[in-house]
T-cell receptor, first 113, second 114 residues
Framework: NAGVTQTPKFRVLKTGQSMTLLCAQD?????MYWYRQDPGMGLRLIHY???????AKGEVPDGYNVSRLKKQNFLLGLESAAPSQTSVYFC????????????FGPGTRLTVL | AQSVTQLDSQVPVFEEAPVELRCNYS??????LFWYVQYPNQGLQLLLK??????LVKGINGFEAEFNKSQTSFHLRKPSVHISDTAEYFC????????????FGAGTRLFVKA
């Protein structure tokens, strides 16, 4: 039972490059989330999904896209990376309902030069 | 608008001393409350949560928190800390009543000194 896994763990991009971060969970959770963590700002929600095939914007969605084609996977894409997207990205999942705890992956540290 | 404020960005404390990490929130609707801990280079994990009922909630690793509705606070406490408690702690609030919104505080870095 791996919980929530994220790939890759580290990545360095040049401005304008694209990439996809992969999140996978094996807990059969309906809800999945992508956050970014920046010093002094806590976690900010980028996008989330309440079920397979559905996605919605969070607090800071600009510059990111997501897809949830399979229940267990949630992909975060950066089409044209910018230095402002340098951050640590966390994926999380939870059961249905906001009263459930979220289970977090180990994070992806992204640097955009 | 809803918000979560963690009143201290850093809390240094000596080993075996008590500690309190403060969290206040503002919301026009009822809330669920959470505390998460993040150890270095790891994701967040749940310490405890308040959904309803008793306002004193006990969590893992000897932590507890008290929900105070009148003061809109959910402070985290531990009577005696260990070196291994050094980590960042996040307070989070989820809104009841439909829709989806969970807001995290900016975090409090607890540093336990020998």
């Amino acid at each position: 039972n791996a919980g929530v896994t994220q790939t890759p763990k580290f990545r360095v991009l040049k401005t304008g490059q694209s990439m996809t971060l992969l999140c996978a969970q094996d807990m059969n959770h309906e809800y999945m989330y992508w956050y970014r963590q920046d010093p002094g700002m806590g976690l900010r929600l980028i996008h989330y999904s309440v079920g397979e095939g559905t996605t919605a914007k969070g607090e800071v969605p600009d510059g990111y896209n997501v897809s949830r084609l399979k229940k267990q996977n949630f992909l975060l894409g950066l089409e044209s990376a910018a230095p402002s997207q340098t951050s640590v990205y966390f994926c999380a999942s939870s059961g249905s309902g906001v009263y459930n705890e979220q289970f977090f992956g180990p994070g992806t540290r992204l640097t955009v030069l | 608008a809803q918000s979560v404020t963690q009143l201290d960005s850093q809390v240094p404390v000596f080993e075996e001393a008590p500690v309190e990490l403060r969290c206040n929130y503002s919301s026009s609707v009822s809330v669920y409350l959470f505390w998460y801990v993040q150890y270095p280079n790891q994701g967040l994990q749940l310490l405890l949560k308040y959904l309803s009922g008793s306002t004193l909630v006990k969590g893992i690793n000897g932590f507890e928190a008290e929900f105070n509705k009148s003061q809109t606070s959910f402070h985290l406490r531990k009577p005696s800390v260990h070196i291994s408690d050094t980590a960042e702690y996040f307070c989070a609030v989820s809104l009841q009543g439909g829709g989806f919104k969970t807001i995290f505080g900016a975090g409090t870095r607890l540093f336990v000194k020998a």
